[in-house]
């Protein structure tokens, strides 16, 4: 069954560092999208991502934060100097709908994010 | 903007027992769909409700739709230590020229054997 990709599956980084996590979504999904959970809580929505631009984005989504789609295959979200409240699990997910359509999300196993 | 709240938060039921959960949305949906995520796990797909007041069926899980498609419920009967985890509805609707999808804020559920 295909799969959503993410690595590292766990970053350590000192605050104000940036971080890089990456994504390979399906291969046929045209929408892409980053969640994160911060532990015991709930799924948030970050961004989503469709034809090359974001599509919507959270209030959560500043500008510590962007997604790029560098070639066909991967999908990255950068935190430009991190906190310790982005200390969480970052999810990336697609879909294949159109907007039009009901998106159902394939999640990947997520990058747990630690910031000391 | 659009919430989605869960009741209860936390649920502990004796392994045989029956569990449920409730969603309501802040805003009328388009659709709403179920994930589950185990302990340490990623959210997986459930269902999907579409249909104002659809009922669906998987197994010993029934899920409805509201009337309005404000709210919905998820009911597992005969509870197993193999439905142990944390159940998300997602509200589906739509923003500017997309749909948006919002998870609840998702209820525990600890099956004691």
């Known amino acids: 069954e295909p799969e959503v990709t993410q690595t590292p599956s766990h970053q350590v980084t000192q605050m104000g560092q940036e971080v890089i996590l990456r994504c390979v979504p399906i291969?046929?999904?045209?929408?892409f999208y980053w969640y994160r959970q911060i532990l015991g809580q709930k799924v948030e929505f970050l961004v989503s991502?469709?034809?090359?631009?974001?599509?919507?984005k959270s209030e959560i989504f500043d500008d510590q934060f962007s997604v790029e789609r560098p070639d066909g295959s991967n999908f990255t979200l950068k935190i430009r100097s991190t906190k310790l409240e982005d200390s969480a699990m970052y999810f990336c997910?697609?879909?294949?709908?159109?907007?039009?359509?009901?998106?159902?999300?394939?999640f990947g196993a997520g990058s747990r994010l630690t910031v000391l | 903007g659009q919430q989605v709240m869960q009741i209860p938060q936390y649920q502990h039921v004796q392994e045989g027992e029956d569990f449920t959960t409730y969603c309501n949305s802040s805003?009328?949906?388009?659709?709403i769909q179920w994930y589950k995520q185990r302990p340490g796990g990623h959210p997986v797909f459930l269902i999907q409700?579409?249909?104002?007041?659809e009922v669906k069926k998987q197994k010993r899980l029934t899920f409805q739709f509201g009337e309005a498609k404000k709210n919905s419920s998820l009911h597992i009967t005969a509870t197993q230590t193999t439905d142990v985890g944390t159940y998300f509805c997602?509200?589906?609707?739509?923003?500017?020229?997309?749909?948006?999808?919002?998870f609840g804020t998702g209820t525990k559920l600890q099956v004691i054997p």
């Open positions: 991502f469709y034809n090359n631009e974001i599509s919507e």
């Open positions: 805003t009328t949906l388009s659709n």
């Open positions: 409700l579409v249909k104002s007041g």
């Open positions: 997602a509200g589906v609707g739509q923003s500017g020229g997309y749909q948006k999808v919002t």
């Open positions: 291969s046929n999904h045209l929408y």
């Open positions: 997910a697609s879909s294949e709908q159109r907007p039009s359509g009901a998106n159902v999300l394939t």
